[in-house]
């Protein structure tokens, strides 16, 4: 578990590397506002956007775990937290989709 959750931060990490850049574009071209406004409501954009936010609570949840594992005595209490920030990441991640 703990190795899975390794590379879901890992991988988690390098799809933000890989979005920023494009989500960066998209509030330049945000100058042209009007012009933003129509292609930020394709669905598309939403669902990237909503997958941007389900990426940074993911990465920022696994970090928070990493942290937890290097600077806290592991125990198994801890590993349920660890499963409770995850599903909360989740929650969040589909409570935002839903708003969509």
């Given amino acids: ?47 990237a956007e909503w997958g941007m936010v389900v990426l940074l609570a993911t990465h920022f949840g696994a970090g928070l775990r990493v942290l937890a594992i290097e600077l806290l005595d592991w125990h198994a209490w801890q590993k349920s937290l660890a499963a409770a920030a995850a599903a909360l990441a989740l929650a969040v991640g589909l409570a935002l989709a839903l708003a969509l």
């Fill in 1 to 47: 578990m703990s190795r899975a959750l390794a590379l879901v931060h890992r991988l988690s990490g390098l799809a933000l590397a890989a979005f920023l850049p494009v989500h960066f574009w998209a509030l330049g071209k945000g100058l042209e506002l009007q012009a933003f406004l129509a292609w930020t409501e394709q669905p598309l954009v939403k669902f």
